[in-house]
């Protein structure tokens, strides 16, 4: 196994970035958006194509489109009776077909699924310090958003405002998506933010335990995964997954209902 | 069955038929001489798109009264309570006195039995703070469980697994955490049983004498309303009755509201 710098910056930005995506994860899975995430990455698309295209840092184009498309589903869930999954797929094809437009194709395969870009110092700078503010801010967040997900009445009736912290949630959720672009891939990141929740889901008996073992999970699974993806020569983003399939069905043994 | 409660406040009995003669004006003037209401609603409606769902409802609540509201499903009752809230928009006037405290316990809470959330956090999760522990709830939440009659065991459950009774008992004492003037209380149509139900409503009646505490309530028992209740507010959409219940909720009536088969359901 080889501990070079470039493994060294790979590893302490993966579990970085699962610290941040497993927190907003507990409650992505709580408001049942799953599939949203799995979805809301692929919005990234056109913005790695136009970053690529102009020469800016990916992160930041995948950033922009994550956001716009988050506040997007936010603003037209308001307006509208359409459910969250019908709006995030709206945007999803349309990025989608924007992307392959946009987005060479060698490279389109790789920003769907990781290791397209070498993590330098600077990024991993970044990817540290975004994920550091995401889980904290989720942490401020978690009692408004889980009172607005149980009981959104009682929520403004004790002077809460919940579709702000849905809108916050949301945005932090496509923070979190943009930052694990070039370390496992969009595709991968909805899966990296969702199978620690699920895990934890399983033998959680408080929401403090769940969000713990969230946190616990996600760290770990990337932690094996990035080792595991070195020492095959495998890229890190299915080798994340696929460590969390198992711990997954690990804790199907430990089901409590 | 006699109106214990009700009697108490037999003064209401002339108001409330000049009430039903539709004599507004004269009626409000007369009350505002005895005690400042809390809550006064006027011409209140409330529309979705092209659907009013309320019709200019107008009433009066004074400290310490037990209101009910009643009526058949899809009435308006609930859209009622949200418009006090201020969780919709509407037209007319919500006017509650400054400052007022109001405690809201739902029907029930969405089934999200994907959430592990335990009562103590659910109690927690009504903190000003958002992330590091709040002394007076914690000190509250057994107060709170002892008024509604439930051991400081049930802290430790998860909401997802509690009987609709005791998630009810534990939703009023969420709702009174923090001691509000006034409790918005909506009653679940069904699935609690009857020696429960029968508690409950005892529990609010101490509530409402220990504290002074105004209730206004979506019944959906008549029996209730006749034992428990000084006032009484039947709504299909717009205001049918208005008053004490056994002036106000008189045998038209409540065919009116109801309709026969269900008047007779609830005379047997």
Not at chain 1, 131 to 150: D, P, Q, W
Not at chain 2, 148 to 168: P, Y
């Amino acid at each position: 196994m080889a501990f070079d710098t470039q493994f060294l910056l790979i590893l302490i930005s993966g579990l970085f970035t699962s610290l941040a995506a497993s927190l907003l994860g507990a409650f992505v899975v709580v408001k049942r958006m799953a599939l949203v995430g799995d979805v809301l990455s692929h919005v990234a698309l056109p913005g790695i194509g136009l970053a690529l295209l102009l020469n800016i840092d990916p992160i930041y184009g995948a950033a922009v489109f994550l956001l716009a498309a988050a506040f997007g589903t936010w603003f037209i869930e308001k307006k509208t009776a359409l459910p969250p999954e019908a709006i995030i797929g709206t945007f999803f094809t349309a990025t989608l077909a924007l992307g392959v437009i946009l987005v060479p194709h060698e490279e389109l395969f790789e920003s769907l699924f990781g290791n397209l870009f070498a993590i330098g110092f600077k990024d991993a700078v970044l990817i540290v310090s975004a994920s550091v503010v995401i889980f904290i801010l989720t942490l401020l967040l978690a009692r408004r958003l889980t009172l607005g997900i149980v009981a959104p009445d009682l929520s403004k009736s004790a002077g809460f405002r919940p579709d702000f912290s849905y809108l916050a949630f949301l945005l932090l959720f496509a923070l979190s998506v943009a930052l694990g672009i070039k370390l496992i891939g969009s595709v991968l990141m909805g899966a990296l933010t969702i199978l620690p929740a699920v895990s934890a889901r399983n033998f959680a008996w408080s929401l403090k335990s769940f969000l713990i073992f969230s946190v616990i999970i996600g760290v770990i699974i990337t932690a094996i995964g990035i080792i595991i993806s070195n020492v095959f020569n495998f890229s890190p983003g299915p080798s994340v997954i696929l460590s969390g399939i198992v711990f997954f069905a690990a804790s199907l043994l430990f089901t409590r209902k | 069955m006699p109106a214990r409660w009700a009697r108490r406040r037999c003064f209401w009995n002339n108001e409330s038929r000049i009430m039903n003669s539709g004599n507004h004006k004269n009626h409000n003037h007369a009350k505002t001489e005895h005690a400042n209401p809390i809550l006064d609603v006027r011409d209140l409606s409330v529309s979705f798109g092209k659907d009013e769902v309320l019709k200019g409802i107008s009433f009066q609540v004074k400290e310490g009264d037990f209101l009910a509201i009643i009526g058949p499903n899809g009435a308006g009752k609930t859209v009622l309570f949200r418009a006090l809230m201020n969780l919709i928009p509407y037209d007319g006037e919500v006017k509650w006195r400054a400052n007022v405290k109001i405690g809201y316990v739902p029907q029930k809470l969405m089934e999200k039995a994907e959430l592990p959330l335990t009562v103590r956090e659910f109690f927690v999760l009504k903190s000003k703070n958002l992330f590091f522990k709040d002394k007076q709830i914690v000190n509250s939440i057994f107060h709170e469980l002892k008024s509604v009659d439930i051991g400081a065991d049930i802290l430790d459950r998860q909401l997802i697994n509690l009987s609709k009774g005791q998630l009810q008992r534990v939703l009023i004492s969420w709702a009174i955490l923090g001691h509000p003037e006034v409790l918005l209380f909506d009653e679940p149509t069904a699935g609690i049983d009857i020696a429960g139900e029968e508690s409950v409503y005892n529990m609010l009646h101490k509530l409402q004498d220990e504290r002074g505490m105004t209730v206004i309530m979506i019944s959906h028992d008549l029996n209730v309303v006749y034992r428990y209740a000084n006032n009484v507010l039947c709504l299909n959409k717009e205001r049918l009755c208005y008053g004490e219940p056994s002036q106000a909720l008189t045998n038209e009536q409540i065919k009116r509201l109801y309709g026969e088969s269900a008047f007779y359901h609830h005379l047997h």
